[in-house]
Nanobody
Framework: QVQLVESGGGLVQAGGSLRLSCAHS?????????VAWFRQAPGKEREFVSA????????WYTDSVRGRFTISRDDAKMTVYLQMNSLEPEDTAVYYC???????????????????WGQGTQVTVSS
């Protein structure tokens, strides 16, 4: 059983930055292991934000955050980070960390491919 705990959310003005953390308990990784960030805004469906794989830390981003957000991981701390810069009001959402074994490159963006989820952390960007 993998546990995921997000932290780092909060209220920030447009143009500001936040760093989200996802502390995980993944003990055994394979070349298919991935941790992703999804977000869900009020009244909208959950959407993919970014993902990172093992062992080479290959990354994926949705177009709306590419160049503003950076995903990374620290294996010694068993933590995945999402550095969010130049935040916009449209980034307001609950951000979820997810983990799973992803076997096809097209599947990184699919939330139904991830078997483990955190409880979420609220990010609010004011204009």
């Amino acid at each position: 059983q993998v546990q995921l705990v997000e932290s780092g959310g909060g209220l920030v003005q447009a143009g500001g930055s936040l760093r989200l953390s996802c502390a995980h308990s993944i003990r055994t990784v394979t070349r298919y292991t991935a941790v992703a960030w999804f977000r869900q805004a009020p009244g909208k469906e959950r959407e993919f934000v970014s993902a990172i794989g093992w062992p080479d830390s290959r990354t994926w981003y949705t177009d709306s955050v590419r160049g503003r957000f950076t995903i990374s991981r620290d294996d010694a701390k068993m933590t995945v980070y999402l550095q969010m810069n130049s935040l916009e009001p449209e980034d307001t959402a609950v951000y979820y960390c997810a983990a799973g074994q992803i076997y096809h490159s097209d599947d990184y963006v699919r939330d139904d491919r991830y078997g483990y989820w955190g409880q979420g952390t609220q990010v609010t960007v004011s204009s």
